[in-house]
């Protein structure tokens, strides 16, 4: 049976509560154990598909189509791991199966509670991946902040498993904060007992405290906090700010959180930590040999977390090419015919980002009109994708209404149109293309050359997909649909062979790279973007042109 590990959070949001989770498992992971994480998000969506990204950031999508919260990329990302609907529970989905439960009649005319039936459910789908028997250690991230009402039947669940488990089964994990008051010169352990003392109220009480600080904490204020959070002094961990999420891992090795959490739960024979292939990602991140502009072009670019997963992606596939993606966004909404080269000036690749609905539209079209004009290497991903099928459209086609129904309900030229299966769906939850699906490529296409192998798989998010009435005019004119789904033939991939790097994909690849396998797309293109930035400094150095010439 597995064992569990529950990381809580106190004093502010923001702690960064995943990547600790994430970092705990890499080292148990990198210790021999088989390890899993899971989030249990307080708030009532039934899951974050149909949130804003500027409420929650990026909505993650696992293999088996699940709509997660985006800390479930972390764990995949650090764990090489894949991640399921199991690992994502929301206050909305616990709810939901009480009430479907309740209908059927399933409570036996019992009045239907917080206590025992909501929490009951929570504790039942913590231990759904522990029972499995595919993990020795199973590590529960409660989303919100200790003291918010929403997150209060879950520390319930959790007062109420670690009642029910052995002792040695269950560690609590609490990740606060330690601010610097710049006036005093000192760092302030008050609110850390505060947010203690409200978790202990609750009936939870941590074993491990995890202090994020600006400065390094002195061993006095070490024991300080172990003496009046009443925990071990070793127990008290400094997750100091790291350069890069990538450090931590590393620096909670140091501070033991691993080791002190192995010895709660009574587990020995591990091994030493194996991190030589992290390790080695780390030096290429740290030490990179060039560097790279890449512009970003999106809606959501003033939040980061909108789109977490391909940043992320680039953060891997540039120190695969041991060179820095330094990320250029440019705002889709204000690119225009006029202001494009300006905007896109000093760019050694494009990259159309994801998304819905029209606004900002427009704008992508004309940058991938730019990209596809000036050489300069394109990656487009899902919406990125449908933009380049509609620039082509107009620009090569002469298909001057050439348009995406999403945006065009009417347009003459639906050269993107909503998938058959979609066009009875009325429902927004859950309702989309979603997860992983097959895709077969075209020998000889540059899709062939970056997979290595004709069978991939990749994942979706999607409603609206490639006409395939304009297939044999698009190809005729040169544009490629390299990438198809086997069984109905539709359009995955599209590329453009005289240009040097063109690209795009109606799946989002950027869901399945990881610190130990990097996805391949990102790699070709930072590597495309890598010899235009390398031939452009040939063009600007005098004395090479003049040996050319
Ligand atoms: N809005 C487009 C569609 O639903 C693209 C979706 C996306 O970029 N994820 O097809």
Not at 117 to 137: A, P, V, W, Y
Not at 474 to 497: C, D, F, H, R
Request: hydrophobic share 40%; net charge negative; charged share 25%.
């Amino acid at each position: 049976m597995a064992k569990y590990i529950f990381v809580t959070g106190g004093v502010t949001s923001s702690l960064g509560k995943g990547i600790i989770a994430a970092s705990l498992a890499k080292l148990l992971q990198a210790r021999g154990l088989r390890v899993t994480i899971q989030k249990f998000d307080p708030y009532i969506n039934v899951d974050p598909g149909t949130l804003n990204p500027y409420e929650h950031g990026e909505c993650f999508v696992t293999e088996d189509g699940a709509e997660t919260d985006l800390d479930l990329g972390h764990y995949e990302r650090f764990l090489n791991i894949f991640t399921s609907q199991a690992n994502n529970v929301t206050t909305g989905r616990i709810y939901q199966t009480v009430i479907n439960k309740e209908r059927e009649g399933a409570y036996l005319g019992k009045t239907v509670q917080v206590v025992p039936h909501i929490t009951d459910e929570i504790k039942r789908r913590m231990q759904l991946l522990g029972q499995s028997g595919e993990f020795d250690i199973v590590i529960t991230e409660i989303g919100g902040t200790v003291g918010d009402i929403e997150s209060l039947p879950f520390v319930e669940a959790v007062r109420q498993l670690q009642w029910e488990l052995p002792e040695e089964d269950s560690v609590v994990v609490h990740l606060t904060l330690i601010p610097y008051l710049k006036a005093a010169k000192e760092l302030k352990t008050k609110p850390t007992q505060h947010s203690v003392r409200m978790l202990s109220q609750e009936g939870v009480h941590p074993d491990i405290i995890v202090c994020r600080t600006e400065r390094t904490l002195s061993p006095e204020l070490r024991r300080k906090i172990a003496l009046f959070c009443n925990v071990k002094p070793e127990a008290v961990i400094e997750a100091a700010d790291a350069p890069t999420i990538y450090e931590v891992p590393v620096l909670m090795m140091r501070e033991g959180l691993d080791l002190i959490c192995l010895k709660k739960m009574n587990i020995t024979g591990y091994k030493e930590p194996e991190l030589s292939k992290w390790k080695e990602f780390l030096d290429k991140l740290k030490y990179p040999k060039g560097k790279v502009n890449i512009g970003l072009i999106g809606k959501y670019i003033e939040l980061q977390d909108a789109y977490k997963s391909i940043l992320e992606s680039f953060i891997h596939a540039g120190a695969m090419n041991e060179c820095k993606v330094e990320i250029v966004n440019v705002h889709s909404e204000f690119i225009t015919e006029d202001n494009v080269s300006e905007k896109l000036t000093g760019l050694d690749g494009l990259l159309v980002a994801p998304g819905f609905g029209h606004r900002g539209v427009e704008g992508k079209i004309v940058a991938v009109k730019y990209a596809r004009e000036n050489k300069l290497p394109f990656f487009g991903i899902c919406l990125g994708m449908q933009m380049a099928v509609i620039e082509f459209g107009r620009n090569v086609l002469g298909l001057k209404d050439a348009h995406s129904t999403e945006m065009d309900p009417d347009t003459k030229e639906p050269v993107i149109d909503l998938m058959e299966e979609q066009k009875k769906v009325t429902a927004k939850g859950g309702t989309m293309r979603l997860g992983s699906y097959p895709c077969t490529l075209q020998e000889g296409s540059l899709a062939m050359q970056i997979y290595g192998t004709p069978q991939i798989s990749e994942r979706h998010r999607h409603r609206w997909e490639f006409n395939n009435a304009y297939l044999e005019q698009y190809q005729k004119a040169g544009m490629v649909a390299s990438g198809k789904n086997p069984g109905t033939g539709l359009v995955e991939i599209i590329e453009l062979p005289g240009h040097p790097f063109f690209i795009g994909v109606q799946y989002h690849p950027e869901l399945k790279s990881t610190v130990e396998n990097p996805q391949p797309i990102f790699v070709h293109f930072v590597k495309a973007a890598k010899a235009y930035a390398d031939k452009k400094l040939e063009v600007k150095n005098p004395l090479l042109q003049s040996e050319m010439i």
